[in-house]
């Protein structure tokens, strides 16, 4: 089993800057690849960013410049930093991690970018 915590959302201007961060816990290796979504309402849900175990990134053009995926030195946690946020990135962002043939997800938090 393993149990995905997300934290760092909150509230903050357009411009503005937030880091997410997930902590993974339970059956899990340092070579899992991690992945944060965000869903915003009315939207279907937006894959944003990815890393894998040897910390190869990707992203999703729209958080591209703006948006580093990373991990810490014990791999099991995974930040976001977010940067020059927009009122468009408001949204629930959510971590995934993929453990064999599984995909665990965290619950969730809520960034809201204000104008």
């Known amino acids: 089993q393993v149990q995905l915590v997300e934290s760092g959302g909150g509230l903050v201007q357009s411009g503005g800057s937030l880091r997410l961060s997930c902590a993974a816990s339970?059956?899990?290796?340092?070579?899992?690849?991690m992945d944060w979504y965000r869903q915003a309402p009315g939207k279907e849900r937006e894959l944003i960013a990815s890393?894998?175990?040897?910390?190869?990134?990707n992203y999703a053009d729209s958080v591209k410049g703006r948006f580093t995926i990373s991990r810490a030195g014990t791999k099991n946690t995974v930040y976001l930093q977010m940067n020059s946020l927009k009122p468009e990135d408001t949204a629930v962002y959510s971590c995934?991690?993929?453990?064999?043939?599984?995909?665990?997800w965290g619950q969730g938090t809520q960034v809201t970018v204000s104008s």
């Open positions: 890393i894998t175990g040897s910390d190869s990134t």
């Open positions: 995934k991690m993929s453990v064999g043939p599984f995909d665990y």
């Open positions: 339970g059956r899990i290796s340092s070579i899992d690849p």
